[in-house]
């Protein structure tokens, strides 16, 4: 493994071409445990090294010495012992090729402390206990792996009877076998190496070709003889296995790229940051880096990638000014950065919040696999192409290209020998999983395949350390699930076998006890293409379904056409109202309505001899009722000593276990403060006279066998508030004020304090000053003091609830005067030729007040006068002052005193003397260049000032704005002074570079420049009607002109669409358009005019809608004739014929006026119908009474039509009667409707009229109601009985009159009723 290079003292790793692949592509995608495969010094151990760097005092497993071989008789008992080293200690465990070793009676192991020897002890051994044995020793850093052998010998005594068996197992057990070894091994050949291509690209043929024939190399040269085609063939082999360095150049691997980069993010201190990007191709983990240091998956910073391995997202946490900076993602050879900018506040900035890329990423990461899939079945045609026409079977090369443009090619001849049956097996292995590391493809592999841990290690003399065969059986469920992609060519020899054999020893592949020599004697025969078929995308998964509720298993096919069954624990499911089967596309889908017990089971989905299984487990766990939890989590307000009630339904799968918690601890039953109720379906909690430490977490927890549910709320118990904690502490003591705080109460009650009642003494007198109330702030500054006297005061808590008890602090003195001392000589920070900065320390004596502030006072050199730089009304609050009152080129000296309550204390000692002269660095880069406003000939540019830094840089004087077009690569240079430009006379449409350099007179900055080109163009605004009061519905008359217009905006320019009735507007429409607004315009509208006239306005940044109503009509003309009948005594009925505009308007109704012959104005009797027929009650006989009709609409109404004149007046005659005498007959008579009521159907917001007529003797009691509610009483109905007319009026009719109506009379005699409903329509 480790060999020395010529001419050089180092050394160099050498590893097999399948490990050099892989070392490559984990180089490249930042991972450093690539698995290395070491060799040990003791023959017959492989070692895999999980990293590639071993900290000092570790070490990778490896075997002290080699597993020996066992030989035992039938019966007894086989010991394997191994001896192992390895720090940590490494973990020891053994295995069997054909079958596990889980019977702990027959296989047992332990460790010899006493000799460090691991022990496998296999108990009363049979026949079938001969194999392959192998100990594993793991640890963190590596593996090691070594094999023997166990044979089992028959019991036998005489020698003579060994020797015949011998003889009988070399001729007559191998004459009868043979057919039917080569026919097993030729079936298991196909079918293997047909599952063990599925998924497989052109880079993994052409590692699996290269193999093949290194193998068929090493066997050709073990034969006896060579024929001059063989060396030639060997010849051309060692320039196909990397004899020319050129020759393996041409096997590329994709590189990988982003498809979609970081993006830069915005966000405030303590929210989160998003960055997300996306692969081309599929990588399980890259390498994440913030300001040059590698992250790694914490809870500051959360790594998480994508099912597909393609979109890899990094989420910053409880952000702080610390995290801003440079975030980039490393993907083997590619890479990409954006930048993180944390704001305090974003909108004092100005500054919105961004993160993440804005895409839908798994759209995108579809059309990627698409792409990727579109290019593999492009080199898998090729390549099946190439096979068709037999051009594989010779020394050429087959190249397509791959992603952009990179070439792939295929080199060497594609042809198998015979003997490298099995080797060819473990190569499939292998390069499926090289495929995996690699990740090529995208999802061509559907099964649920695990990578080999045991892949070929390639040594010189003992590389080959595991068993072909066993390797087939252990694999053989790992290759049953794997899917056909590729066309492969099998060759079929002969072999011959002497009848006296010799064992020989192991080759490449170890762990086979005895292996024969094979010769090839025949020519290869080439077999038919295999059909790929159909294969998963991806299969279906495991489930957990709730009783009650939908499931649903899906899985993909690679192609759409292929239909499938559905099984549930082996039987064919047919579709119905539970099993919902659907396709859509390759996707198929099996919906499982309203889950049951039943339902559980093992699920199995077939296509094309290919499946999928999924096990659905239907449980029935505690749940609560949404409504009753959102209603149970509310927090419970009482008072103490009230009752506290808590409850909540639910349901589940009983047995359900209740338990009630409160802050933690179970409650249960106590007769004195605790219930618990319990039911099948609800549980009731009681906590009674609740007090003030009762309140806290209250729980309920709901368990079953099929899970546990938990809800949570809060008890706040209600109570006056503790009296505020001292003692008092004085923040500020002097002649004029005393500040002092306290700490709040220790429990407020369950209420917030509102406020603190204040009173105050002065010591040495008995009273009480009342201060009053203050907000509810533990401070309190007393302005009203006198100097040097004390005072003491109460305190209370004021609450909701009620005041606390009272907290009197200790006596508390006012100050003396007492003036500060002075400052430290003030020390020149920085100086310029307009401005001098100064620092200085407060003094170390402040007099024992606060110190309110600083006068700062300045000298010129050679002067006697100090002039104050400060007014003494205007103190420096800070410890630091810019005079700017100076002159260029003199020297000045200052000094500074301090100021508390007292007043000014003493001056400073002056400082040295300054020049006031500018240092003159360049300035700094512009900060937060960005675009504020674009449109198609201008946009506006803003920018903040550089940093002023002493003796780094200085303040900026101007700026220069430097603009270039995209199409140009020159750029132009303007002035400005302020930290706004405007950009003028652009080309619409036109892309144009920014950059921004500040500059003074020490020179200019570096350019700032915009991170993306700035498109002339005004920002996208999505349409929308600007006018407050547009109106639904117009009214216009017959002839005059109509018009609607409506204001909007939009950018950029929208496009305007009128329809009619979701029609063209005819063409005698005029429609107006302008910037932000629209109109349509009929001059002389018509009745034809009328309907729905919608506007359209669409833009790139969407679309908006509005639409009105516009009614053409005019005056209504008269309704037809009008006629009278008596229906019922005392009523007229006045029906009409409808008018002519009836037809052509929807709106029109009608009016009813009476006139009586004893008045003399005409009367409504009746507004707003819409039939053509009223019934008038209280006609009165002997009067003569005219009727009119009326027709209304929304523009006017129309002319009366008038009635013939109805009833005589009677003329009083003295009539005289004769009266023969004759019995009384008896008149009594139930009551009886002989006129019922009539279904109605009013409009919304109209008046409903209900009538009928009823007899009876003597006169009934009439009770009308509404759904069997009686409405007698009801303000809102109308009711009345005249003379047996019963009526009944409705103002105003809304959805809440809609209902069956009846009326009922009842007398003496019996009772009767009549019913009918009532609608209304919008």
Same mark, same amino acid.
């Given at each position: 493994?480790?060999?020395?290079?010529?001419?050089?003292?180092?050394?160099?790793?050498?590893?097999?071409?399948?490990?050099?692949?892989?070392?490559?592509?984990?180089?490249?995608?930042?991972?450093?445990?690539?698995?290395?495969?070491?060799?040990?010094?003791?023959?017959?151990?492989?070692?895999?090294?999980?990293?590639?760097?071993?900290?000092?005092?570790?070490?990778?497993?490896?075997?002290?010495?080699?597993?020996?071989?066992?030989?035992?008789?039938?019966?007894?008992?086989?010991?394997?012992?191994?001896?192992?080293?390895?720090?940590?200690?490494?973990?020891?465990?053994?295995?069997?090729?054909?079958?596990?070793?889980?019977?702990?009676?027959?296989?047992?192991?332990?460790?010899?402390?006493?000799?460090?020897?691991?022990?496998?002890?296999?108990?009363?051994?049979?026949?079938?206990?001969?194999?392959?044995?192998?100990?594993?020793?793991?640890?963190?850093?590596?593996?090691?792996?070594?094999?023997?052998?166990?044979?089992?010998?028959?019991?036998?005594?005489?020698?003579?009877?060994?020797?015949?068996?011998?003889?009988?197992?070399?001729?007559?057990?191998?004459?009868?076998?043979?057919?039917?070894?080569?026919?097993?091994?030729?079936?298991?050949?196909?079918?293997?190496?047909?599952?063990?291509?599925?998924?497989?690209?052109?880079?993994?043929?052409?590692?699996?070709?290269?193999?093949?024939?290194?193998?068929?190399?090493?066997?050709?040269?073990?034969?006896?003889?060579?024929?001059?085609?063989?060396?030639?063939?060997?010849?051309?082999?060692?320039?196909?296995?990397?004899?020319?360095?050129?020759?393996?150049?041409?096997?590329?691997?994709?590189?990988?790229?982003?498809?979609?980069?970081?993006?830069?993010?915005?966000?405030?201190?303590?929210?989160?940051?998003?960055?997300?990007?996306?692969?081309?191709?599929?990588?399980?983990?890259?390498?994440?880096?913030?300001?040059?240091?590698?992250?790694?998956?914490?809870?500051?910073?959360?790594?998480?990638?994508?099912?597909?391995?393609?979109?890899?997202?990094?989420?910053?946490?409880?952000?702080?000014?610390?995290?801003?900076?440079?975030?980039?993602?490393?993907?083997?050879?590619?890479?990409?950065?954006?930048?993180?900018?944390?704001?305090?506040?974003?909108?004092?900035?100005?500054?919105?919040?961004?993160?993440?890329?804005?895409?839908?990423?798994?759209?995108?990461?579809?059309?990627?696999?698409?792409?990727?899939?579109?290019?593999?079945?492009?080199?898998?045609?090729?390549?099946?192409?190439?096979?068709?026409?037999?051009?594989?079977?010779?020394?050429?090369?087959?190249?397509?290209?791959?992603?952009?443009?990179?070439?792939?090619?295929?080199?060497?001849?594609?042809?198998?020998?015979?003997?490298?049956?099995?080797?060819?097996?473990?190569?499939?292995?292998?390069?499926?999983?090289?495929?995996?590391?690699?990740?090529?493809?995208?999802?061509?592999?559907?099964?649920?395949?695990?990578?080999?841990?045991?892949?070929?290690?390639?040594?010189?003399?003992?590389?080959?350390?595991?068993?072909?065969?066993?390797?087939?059986?252990?694999?053989?469920?790992?290759?049953?699930?794997?899917?056909?992609?590729?066309?492969?060519?099998?060759?079929?020899?002969?072999?011959?076998?002497?009848?006296?054999?010799?064992?020989?020893?192991?080759?490449?592949?170890?762990?086979?006890?005895?292996?024969?020599?094979?010769?090839?004697?025949?020519?290869?025969?080439?077999?038919?293409?295999?059909?790929?078929?159909?294969?998963?995308?991806?299969?279906?998964?495991?489930?957990?379904?709730?009783?009650?509720?939908?499931?649903?298993?899906?899985?993909?096919?690679?192609?759409?056409?292929?239909?499938?069954?559905?099984?549930?624990?082996?039987?064919?499911?047919?579709?119905?109202?539970?099993?919902?089967?659907?396709?859509?596309?390759?996707?198929?889908?099996?919906?499982?309505?309203?889950?049951?017990?039943?339902?559980?089971?093992?699920?199995?989905?077939?296509?094309?001899?290919?499946?999928?299984?999924?096990?659905?487990?239907?449980?029935?766990?505690?749940?609560?009722?949404?409504?009753?939890?959102?209603?149970?989590?509310?927090?419970?307000?009482?008072?103490?000593?009230?009752?506290?009630?808590?409850?909540?339904?639910?349901?589940?799968?009983?047995?359900?276990?209740?338990?009630?918690?409160?802050?933690?601890?179970?409650?249960?039953?106590?007769?004195?403060?605790?219930?618990?109720?319990?039911?099948?379906?609800?549980?009731?909690?009681?906590?009674?006279?609740?007090?003030?430490?009762?309140?806290?977490?209250?729980?309920?927890?709901?368990?079953?066998?099929?899970?546990?549910?938990?809800?949570?709320?809060?008890?706040?118990?209600?109570?006056?508030?503790?009296?505020?904690?001292?003692?008092?502490?004085?923040?500020?003591?002097?002649?004029? *004020? %005393?500040?002092?705080? +306290?700490?709040? &109460?220790?429990?407020? #009650? @369950? !209420?917030?304090?509102?406020? =603190? /009642?204040? $009173?105050?003494?002065?010591?040495?007198?008995?009273?009480?000053?009342?201060?009053?109330?203050?907000?509810?702030?533990?401070?309190?500054?007393?302005?009203?003091?006198?100097?040097?006297?004390?005072?003491?005061?109460?305190?209370?808590?004021?609450?909701?609830?009620?005041?606390?008890?009272?907290?009197?602090?200790?006596?508390?003195?006012?100050?003396?005067?007492?003036?500060?001392?002075?400052?430290?000589?003030?020390?020149?920070?920085?100086?310029?030729?307009? *401005? %001098?900065?100064?620092? +200085?320390?407060? &003094?170390?004596?402040? #007099? @024992? !007040?606060?110190?309110?502030? =600083? /006068?700062? $006072?300045?000298?010129?050199?050679?002067?006697?006068?100090?002039?104050?730089?400060?007014?003494?009304?205007?103190?420096?609050?800070?410890?630091?002052?810019?005079?700017?009152?100076?002159?260029?080129?003199?020297?000045?000296?200052?000094?500074?005193?301090?100021?508390?309550?007292?007043?000014?204390?003493?001056?400073?000692?002056?400082?040295?003397?300054?020049?006031?002269?500018?240092?003159?660095?360049?300035?700094?880069?512009?900060?937060?260049?960005?675009?504020?406003?674009?449109?198609?000939?201008?946009?506006?540019?803003?920018?903040?000032?550089?940093?002023?830094?002493?003796?780094?840089?200085? $303040?900026?004087?101007?700026?220069?704005?430097?603009?270039?077009?995209?199409?140009?690569?020159?750029?132009?240079?303007?002035?400005?002074?302020?930290?706004?430009?405007?950009?003028?006379?652009?080309?619409?449409?036109?892309?144009?570079?920014?950059?921004?350099?500040?500059?003074?007179?020490?020179?200019?900055?570096?350019?700032?420049?915009?991170?993306?080109?700035?498109?002339?163009?005004?920002?996208?605004?999505?349409?929308?009607?600007?006018?407050?009061?547009?109106?639904?519905?117009?009214?216009?008359?017959?002839?005059?002109?109509?018009?609607?217009?409506?204001?909007?905006?939009?950018?950029?320019?929208?496009?305007?669409?009128?329809?009619?009735?979701?029609?063209?507007?005819?063409?005698?429409?005029?429609?107006?358009?302008?910037?932000?607004?629209?109109?349509?315009?009929?001059?002389?509208?018509?009745?034809?005019?009328?309907?729905?006239?919608?506007?359209?306005?669409?833009?790139?940044?969407?679309?908006?809608?509005?639409?009105?109503?516009?009614?053409?009509?005019?005056?209504?003309?008269?309704?037809?004739?009008?006629?009278?009948?008596?229906?019922?005594?005392?009523?007229?009925?006045?029906?009409?014929?409808?008018?002519?505009?009836?037809?052509?308007?929807?709106?029109?109704?009608?009016?009813?006026?009476?006139?009586?012959?004893?008045?003399?104005?005409?009367?409504?009797?009746?507004?707003?119908?819409?039939?053509?027929?009223?019934?008038?009650?209280?006609?009165?006989?002997?009067?003569?009474?005219?009727?009119?009709?009326?027709?209304?609409?929304?523009?006017?109404?129309?002319?009366?039509?008038?009635?013939?004149?109805?009833?005589?007046?009677?003329?009083?005659?003295?009539?005289?009667?004769?009266?023969?005498?004759?019995?009384?007959?008896?008149?009594?008579?139930?009551?009886?409707?002989?006129?019922?009521?009539?279904?109605?159907?009013?409009?919304?917001?109209?008046?409903?009229?209900?009538?009928?007529?009823?007899?009876?003797?003597?006169?009934?009691?009439?009770?009308?109601?509404?759904?069997?509610?009686?409405?007698?009483?009801?303000?809102?109905?109308?009711?009345?009985?005249?003379?047996?007319?019963?009526?009944?009026?409705?103002?105003?009719?809304?959805?809440?009159?809609?209902?069956?109506?009846?009326?009922?009379?009842?007398?003496?005699?019996?009772?009767?009723?009549?019913?009918?409903?009532?609608?209304?329509?919008?």
């Amino acid at each position: 493994m480790w060999k020395r290079s010529k001419g050089s003292g180092r050394t160099k790793q050498c590893f097999s071409l399948v490990h050099q692949y892989i070392q490559h592509f984990n180089e490249k995608a930042g991972n450093k445990t690539a698995s290395i495969r070491r060799r040990s010094k003791i023959p017959g151990v492989v070692i895999t090294q999980y990293t590639i760097t071993i900290p000092d005092g570790k070490s990778v497993p490896d075997f002290k010495r080699k597993l020996s071989q066992v030989n035992v008789p039938e019966g007894k008992t086989a010991v394997f012992k191994a001896l192992v080293a390895g720090e940590p200690k490494p973990e020891v465990t053994w295995k069997r090729a054909r079958c596990n070793i889980s019977d702990k009676e027959k296989y047992h192991t332990r460790y010899d402390e006493s000799t460090g020897e691991h022990i496998l002890e296999i108990r009363s051994v049979m026949g079938s206990d001969a194999d392959t044995y192998k100990c594993f020793a793991v640890n963190e850093f590596g593996k090691a792996i070594c094999s023997t052998a166990l044979n089992v010998t028959d019991a036998v005594t005489d020698p003579s009877d060994f020797r015949k068996m011998l003889r009988k197992t070399n001729s007559n057990i191998f004459n009868e076998n043979k057919a039917d070894k080569v026919k097993e091994r030729d079936e298991r050949y196909r079918e293997t190496l047909q599952r063990d291509y599925d998924g497989l690209g052109p880079e993994d043929m052409y590692l699996m070709h290269k193999k093949m024939e290194e193998m068929r190399q090493r066997a050709l040269k073990s034969q006896d003889g060579m024929s001059e085609s063989d060396e030639a063939f060997l010849r051309t082999d060692d320039l196909v296995n990397g004899g020319n360095a050129k020759d393996a150049e041409d096997f590329l691997i994709p590189n990988l790229d982003f498809v979609v980069k970081l993006q830069e993010a915005v966000t405030e201190e303590q929210d989160t940051a998003l960055f997300e990007c996306v692969l081309t191709h599929p990588l399980p983990k890259i390498t994440w880096m913030g300001n040059g240091n590698v992250l790694e998956d914490s809870e500051k910073y959360k790594i998480s990638v994508s099912d597909h391995n393609m979109v890899h997202r990094l989420l910053i946490k409880d952000c702080t000014d610390e995290d801003k900076g440079v975030y980039s993602a490393v993907a083997g050879g590619a890479s990409c950065k954006a930048e993180l900018d944390v704001e305090a506040d974003l909108e004092a900035v100005g500054k919105k919040k961004t993160g993440g890329s804005g895409l839908d990423l798994e759209e995108v990461v579809r059309q990627q696999q698409i792409k990727n899939r579109e290019e593999m079945e492009k080199l898998l045609e090729v390549v099946k192409a190439k096979h068709d026409a037999g051009e594989l079977t010779e020394q050429k090369t087959l190249s397509t290209y791959g992603k952009d443009g990179e070439l792939i090619s295929l080199t060497g001849p594609v042809k198998y020998s015979g003997g490298d049956l099995h080797d060819a097996n473990i190569n499939g292995n292998i390069l499926k999983s090289v495929l995996s590391a690699l990740s090529v493809g995208d999802g061509f592999d559907a099964g649920k395949s695990e990578g080999n841990e045991e892949r070929d290690a390639e040594n010189k003399n003992e590389e080959m350390e595991v068993d072909a065969q066993e390797r087939n059986d252990a694999h053989d469920d790992e290759l049953n699930e794997m899917n056909a992609k590729l066309t492969v060519k099998k060759k079929k020899h002969e072999s011959l076998f002497n009848e006296d054999s010799e064992l020989m020893e192991d080759e490449e592949v170890t762990g086979v006890a005895v292996q024969r020599r094979r010769k090839r004697i025949g020519p290869l025969i080439e077999d038919v293409v295999i059909d790929p078929g159909v294969q998963f995308i991806w299969g279906l998964s495991d489930i957990n379904a709730i009783i009650g509720e939908n499931a649903e298993l899906t899985c993909k096919l690679s192609k759409e056409d292929y239909e499938g069954v559905w099984f549930r624990d082996g039987e064919k499911l047919i579709p119905d109202d539970t099993f919902l089967i659907s396709k859509e596309g390759a996707i198929h889908k099996l919906l499982i309505m309203k889950c049951q017990e039943e339902h559980s089971g093992k699920y199995r989905f077939e296509a094309d001899n290919r499946k999928t299984e999924a096990v659905v487990n239907v449980k029935d766990p505690p749940r609560f009722d949404p409504d009753d939890l959102s209603v149970f989590t509310e927090p419970l307000r009482i008072k103490i000593g009230h009752n506290a009630v808590f409850k909540l339904n639910f349901l589940g799968f009983e047995p359900i276990k209740i338990q009630w918690y409160s802050e933690g601890e179970e409650l249960h039953d106590d007769a004195s403060s605790t219930r618990v109720e319990k039911s099948t379906n609800h549980s009731r909690l009681l906590l009674s006279r609740c007090q003030r430490r009762d309140s806290g977490e209250i729980k309920i927890r709901l368990k079953n066998e099929h899970g546990t549910a938990e809800a949570i709320t809060q008890l706040i118990v209600l109570d006056k508030p503790t009296s505020p904690l001292g003692p008092a502490e004085i923040t500020l003591s002097s002649a004029t *004020c %005393i500040e002092f705080k +306290w700490r709040p &109460p220790k429990d407020d #009650g @369950g !209420s917030p304090v509102m406020n =603190y /009642i204040m $009173e105050r003494q002065q010591i040495g007198r008995n009273t009480w000053k009342k201060i009053g109330e203050i907000p509810g702030v533990p401070f309190y500054r007393d302005t009203d003091v006198d100097r040097g006297r004390k005072y003491c005061y109460r305190i209370r808590a004021l609450t909701s609830e009620g005041v606390s008890d009272v907290m009197e602090t200790e006596d508390l003195q006012a100050g003396i005067l007492a003036f500060p001392g002075a400052p430290t000589p003030p020390k020149v920070v920085s100086a310029f030729d307009d *401005c %001098i900065n100064l620092s +200085w320390t407060a &003094p170390s004596n402040t #007099g @024992g !007040s606060q110190i309110l502030g =600083y /006068i700062l $006072e300045k000298r010129k050199k050679g002067s006697n006068l100090w002039t104050a730089v400060n007014a003494s009304n205007e103190p420096v609050k800070e410890k630091k002052c810019a005079v700017k009152d100076v002159v260029a080129g003199m020297e000045y000296e200052f000094r500074v005193l301090a100021v508390n309550l007292s007043g000014p204390g003493e001056f400073s000692n002056p400082c040295d003397f300054v020049f006031a002269r500018d240092p003159k660095k360049p300035p700094g880069k512009v900060i937060g260049l960005k675009v504020t406003e674009t449109s198609y000939n201008h946009f506006v540019l803003t920018w903040t000032k550089p940093e002023d830094k002493p003796d780094v840089q200085d $303040e900026a004087k101007g700026y220069f704005v430097e603009i270039r077009n995209a199409q140009c690569l020159e750029w132009s240079r303007s002035i400005t002074i302020t930290t706004t430009y405007t950009a003028k006379g652009l080309r619409p449409m036109d892309m144009y570079w920014v950059r921004v350099i500040a500059s003074n007179d020490g020179g200019e900055s570096e350019p700032e420049e915009l991170p993306n080109y700035v498109l002339a163009m005004p920002p996208l605004v999505r349409p929308k009607f600007t006018s407050k009061k547009m109106k639904t519905f117009v009214v216009v008359r017959a002839g005059n002109t109509v018009r609607v217009t409506i204001n909007f905006e939009a950018s950029p320019p929208p496009d305007i669409m009128w329809l009619k009735d979701n029609g063209p507007v005819p063409k005698r429409v005029t429609v107006s358009n302008s910037d932000g607004a629209s109109q349509i315009l009929i001059p002389s509208s018509e009745r034809s005019d009328s309907g729905i006239y919608s506007i359209l306005v669409k833009n790139l940044a969407g679309q908006e809608t509005f639409s009105t109503e516009v009614r053409v009509t005019d005056d209504p003309k008269p309704p037809g004739p009008v006629e009278l009948e008596e229906n019922v005594p005392g009523t007229v009925t006045v029906t009409w014929q409808p008018s002519p505009d009836e037809k052509l308007d929807d709106r029109l109704h009608y009016t009813v006026s009476k006139l009586d012959s004893t008045k003399r104005t005409w009367a409504t009797v009746a507004e707003r119908l819409f039939n053509n027929k009223f019934t008038v009650c209280n006609i009165m006989h002997g009067r003569e009474y005219h009727f009119r009709v009326y027709a209304k609409n929304d523009m006017g109404i129309s002319a009366p039509s008038e009635s013939p004149t109805w009833g005589v007046e009677r003329k009083k005659e003295k009539v005289s009667l004769n009266f023969s005498t004759r019995e009384e007959r008896n008149l009594r008579c139930a009551p009886d409707f002989i006129v019922p009521l009539k279904l109605h159907t009013a409009p919304k917001g109209y008046e409903c009229y209900m009538s009928c007529a009823v007899t009876g003797n003597p006169k009934p009691r009439i009770t009308w109601y509404r759904n069997h509610i009686n409405i007698n009483t009801n303000t809102n109905y109308y009711i009345s009985n005249t003379c047996g007319v019963c009526s009944m009026l409705i103002l105003s009719v809304g959805p809440k009159d809609v209902g069956k109506y009846t009326v009922t009379a009842e007398n003496a005699l019996g009772r009767s009723e009549c019913s009918t409903m009532l609608s209304v329509r919008e």
